[in-house]
């Protein structure tokens, strides 16, 4: 069993839906969640960071952390044609091995 | 573009070839990675450093072979590859190496192996 699971997509909606993309785990001492997002032919680039359980907002971006359920959302309001791109999880223990744990990502396509 | 360059970012080599990427971070990092990232898999972290020393290498094999200089540059030095190598690779930087340092990437190098 992976340690982190994400819905494997692909996701297609239309412009102004609110996207919802999701990821579970299964090794409680994860304390730092992250949200990525990869536009086709460049790297990652940090979306959102939490720490924990709670909800964090950035503009039409909510990140939200559930311990309990260990499930982790990224929901997306008023989605964008720009919004298109693969959506990656990953989480980190609060240790100094200084890696992450990814998810397999999830491609978001967004229709005019 | 992030803090973090990374050249060439696309490579076709031969099974044969000898080739080396170079990763850039700007961002006064202390922490580098290399990451592949193949379709359909996950990230799968293959060598960490810290402070120019390895800390971490995940059973990667040894026609992969990482050098890092100084804290700014890594390097991936590749010979006899195989085409199932072929992926994005991707450098990764971040201020140290404690969980709640989030890490930056770079482009990435498409290689092509044939």
């Known amino acids: 069993q992976k340690e982190v699971e994400q819905d494997p997509g692909p996701l297609s909606v239309p412009e102004g839906a609110i996207v919802s993309l999701n990821c579970t785990y299964s090794?409680?001492?994860?304390?730092?969640f992250m949200w990525y997002r990869q536009y086709s032919r460049k790297g990652p680039e940090l979306l959102m960071y939490t720490y924990s359980s709670g909800n964090k907002e950035d503009g039409r971006f909510t990140a939200q952390v559930d311990k309990s359920s260990k499930y982790i959302s990224l929901f997306i309001r008023d989605s964008q044609p720009s919004d298109s791109a693969t959506y990656l999880c990953a989480m980190s223990y609060n240790t100094n091995a200084g890696k992450s744990t990814f998810g397999d990502g999830t491609t978001l396509t967004v229709k005019p | 573009e992030t803090g973090v360059t990374q050249t060439p970012r696309h490579l076709v080599m031969g099974m044969t070839n000898k080739k080396s990427l170079k990763c850039e971070q700007h961002l006064g990092h202390n922490a580098m990675y290399w990451y592949k990232q193949s379709a359909k898999k996950p990230l799968e972290l293959m060598f960490v450093?810290?402070?120019?020393?390895?800390?971490e290498n995940n059973s990667v094999p040894s026609r992969f072979s990482p050098e890092c200089p100084n804290s700014s540059h890594l390097f991936l030095h590749l010979h006899t590859l195989q085409p199932e190598d072929s992926a994005l690779y991707l450098c990764a930087s971040s201020q140290d190496r404690r969980g709640s340092d989030t890490q930056y990437f770079g482009p990435g190098t498409r290689l092509t192996v044939l």
């Open positions: 090794n409680s001492a994860f304390q730092y």
């Open positions: 450093y810290s402070l120019e020393e390895r800390v």
